[in-house]
């Protein structure tokens, strides 16, 4: 099946009891059973509920896995895959990877004795030269955030096989749109899809997709038990998304390529970083592994500044001055004090996030708007 078709009617099933082509918002937290033990699958809301259940359906077909999990938020679902953890495992994880990771690894996980390489994953040797007995997981965002480098997955999947390491990626930067890791060999797909997935900026979620038997089983152990799971509202808005992601991701790629051009032609910035240009380091795997290169771009500013990102920051109308990204509308981040503030500055500009980054997602807008917009902010 192609693309279009899947996701419009992935996990889509009438409702047996009305033939209601959407699927109902069950909200209940329970089910009433014949006599104890006795019942047509579903107990109690936390471990099942049929609005989540095709929204599990949409997402395992949507990634090409077996099973899919939601769960209530896509840090929710990170948390969820580090609870296949035991203190004294080692994970190795990227030094630019989005913030929010970042501190739950740092601030959480550290605590409990699990030690993390935070490391330039660009590199595969830099990864393989790490890996020990006590070696885990791998954990992979490609894109990054906000520096859009590109990770082989296919690459970095061959290494986690050979030493038997569980590799997850993050894929919220691309969507299933542009990019299925599973194919590439990875074992775990994590999405924050309160981004792409939702699309409309109006639900917090995240989901976990899985091939192997085993590896769902541990995830919906955790999943019930840990208790991080979405209502069946928020489950009912990602459903209606999801039917709409090919469509908006076409527009996403068209109106960020228009856009990453004309911010590099711009003379008052001095760097730009989208994964789409020819003459980028990783290029060539962004061709291999990525249907298009989307719309999050960032950029830095010839007057490199706390103050000048700022002016510009505020002198934007059609692009919003907010965190998150992925929804209908465009919106404009300084990862320094907004995404990123939790990471501190010196190992923040070490990692290349300078002061004046800012980093835009490119919304379905009209591009020639945008780029009036960007004109007037940016000059
Ligand atoms: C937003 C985001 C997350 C976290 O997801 P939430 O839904 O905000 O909890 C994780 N990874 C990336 C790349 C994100 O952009």
Known sequence: ????????????????????????????????????????????ARSQNPTRKALEEAYAQIENG??????????AATDSVMKLLQPGNEVICGNDMYGGTYRLF?????????????????????????????????????????LMNIVDIAAVASIAKKHNVILCVDNTFASPYLQNPLN???DIVMHSATKYLGGHS????GCLIMNDAALREQLYFIQKSCGAVPGPQDCFLVLRGIKTLHVRMQRHCENGEK?????????????????????????????????????????????????EAKRVLSSTHLFSLAESL?????????????????????ERIKNGLSDSLIRLSVGIEDVDDLITDLQRAIG
């Open 202 to 205: 109006d639900v917090i979620q």
């Open 106 to 146: 740092t601030k959480i996980y550290e605590k409990f004795g699990i030690k993390f390489h935070y490391i330039n994953m660009q590199s595969v040797t830099n990864i393989e030269a790490l890996i020990n007995n006590n070696t885990k997981l791998i954990w992979a965002e490609t894109p990054t955030n906000p």
């Open 184 to 186: 590439l060999g990875a």
């Open 1 to 44: 099946m192609k693309i279009a078709t899947k996701y419009i009617h992935a996990g889509a099933e009438p409702d047996p009891s009305t033939g209601a082509i959407m699927t109902p918002i069950f909200q209940t937290s329970t089910y009433v059973q014949q006599a104890p033990g006795v019942n047509k699958g579903y107990e109690y």
């Open 326 to 346: 992925g929804g209908v509308e465009s919106l404009i981040n300084h990862p320094a004090s907004m995404t990123h503030a939790s990471i501190p500055k010196e």
């Open 66 to 75: 077996k099973f899919g999990l939601a769960f209530s938020s896509g840090v």
């Open 259 to 307: 856009i990453a051009h004309w911010l590099r032609n711009n003379n008052n910035v001095a760097k730009v970083y989208w994964p789409g240009f020819e003459d980028i380091a990783g290029y060539a795997v962004a061709k291999k592994q990525m249907r298009g290169f989307g719309g999050m771009i960032s950029f830095e500013l010839k007057n490199d500044s706390v103050e």
